[in-house]
């Protein structure tokens, strides 16, 4: 009893000595971030010229004015995604704090939350891209057009499963989602996991919580170095988890709840791995991470953009994310009709990411607020 005391208080002690070296080096945070607003508006901006700069056919017409910016956008603007898998890892670890205890009926009830409030705009979306889909079709013929669904096909896509049971995507970027979807489950079941096995024996919360962090360590290098190096698992979480942890651990750090070494450590973890298969999509997760914490060190975090139309569009950024699609799918479809120029078909992109921005302005409040709304009484 008295070995296990002795080593319940070091371990105490290390906790309290982490939180003391994260504190020297970073605020506090916690509340709305403005820095994390403002990436996700970046990169929901960057997604949304990628789609109109890889489908076409309007960027087909306009490359001969730009092919510099057009190729820019089609082949690397889509790197943008690894910023919301950091951003997606750093808000999961923010929301694990907020559960005492993670059960199986913990488990399923936060599934269900999550779904809730993003798979119920999700939904809507399918049925807007159904239709856009449908009217693009009466306009053109093009690759980026779905055949209409059957139902087992409406029904994968519902469950996030179109990708792994080989169905053709409904939009552009739903992949994603279903991915986020995924990785957001097994950070719970790791979690409900470790906790359910460490409850059996007389540990306290600080080494359930230790043992928790190095599962999902070993999740991510096995992600670093084996997952995500095969294509095979692109559909699968496994194949993300290097970035998303990398968010995770990020969040640690920035509460003091992990010594800022861990960190720099998993990041020379990720410069080990690009050397030995060199990986864009990384090297843009680890400079997310690297600008974020030079952002808490600079204590810019919480206050900068002082903008308040960067911080609307990073809270509007789901339901652009969600609805640009199916709205810049009509767009180039109607204007496919008509003999533009390079630079009338630049000005038609323009036309069809304004009018995104403007679907997205009342899917968010119309839409997404409203589950969000009803996410936030179930916890009450």
Request: charged share 15%.
């Amino acid at each position: 009893m008295d070995d296990y005391r002795n080593g319940r208080a070091a371990g105490d002690r290390i906790v309290q000595g982490m939180s003391a070296i994260a504190t020297s080096f970073f605020p506090a945070v916690s509340g709305r971030l403005r820095f994390i607003d403002g990436l996700r508006a970046v990169a929901a901006q960057l997604i949304v010229w990628h789609h109109l700069a890889f489908y076409g056919p309007l960027s087909d017409v306009a490359r001969p004015l730009t092919p510099f910016v057009i190729d820019l956008l089609h082949h690397h603007a889509r790197m943008a995604v690894q910023v919301f898998l950091v951003i997606g890892g750093f808000v999961t670890a923010q929301h694990l704090e907020r559960l005492p205890r993670l059960d199986l009926r913990g488990f399923v009830r936060e599934v269900a939350r999550r779904y809730q409030r993003t798979g119920g705009p999700y939904l809507v979306t399918l049925l807007l891209a159904v239709a856009a889909n449908a009217v693009a079709d009466l306009w053109m013929d093009h690759r980026s057009i779905s055949a209409a669904p059957s139902a087992l096909q409406l029904l994968a896509h519902a469950f996030y499963l179109q990708d792994l049971l080989g169905y053709e995507a409904l939009s552009a970027g739903i992949w994603y989602l279903a991915v986020d979807f995924q990785l957001f489950i097994l950070v719970l079941a790791v979690s409900a996991g470790v906790r359910g096995a460490l409850s059996r024996g007389s540990f306290d919360a600080t080494t359930t919580d230790i043992a928790t962090r190095a599962v999902f360590g070993a999740l991510g290098a096995a992600s670093l170095f084996w997952f995500n190096r095969d294509a095979a698992f692109d559909h699968w979480a496994v194949y993300f988890f290097g970035s998303y942890f990398l968010g995770m651990l990020l969040r640690w750090t920035l509460a003091g709840s992990s010594a800022p070494w861990v960190l720099a450590g998993y990041l020379a973890m990720i410069v080990a791995a690009l050397a030995i298969d060199w990986r864009p999509r990384l090297l843009v997760a680890a400079l997310t991470a690297v600008i974020i914490v030079l952002a808490a060190h600079r204590r810019v975090l919480q206050r900068w953009p002082d903008n308040a139309m960067v911080a609307y569009l990073g809270r509007i950024s789901f339901s652009l994310f969600l609805v640009h699609f199916p709205i810049c799918l009509v767009v180039n479809a109607w204007f496919s009709r008509l003999p533009l120029s390079p630079l009338q078909s630049w000005l038609a992109m323009g036309f069809a990411y304004v009018a995104s921005l403007a679907v997205a302005v009342v899917f968010h409040h119309y839409v997404e607020a409203p589950f969000q709304r009803m996410g936030a009484a179930q916890r009450v």
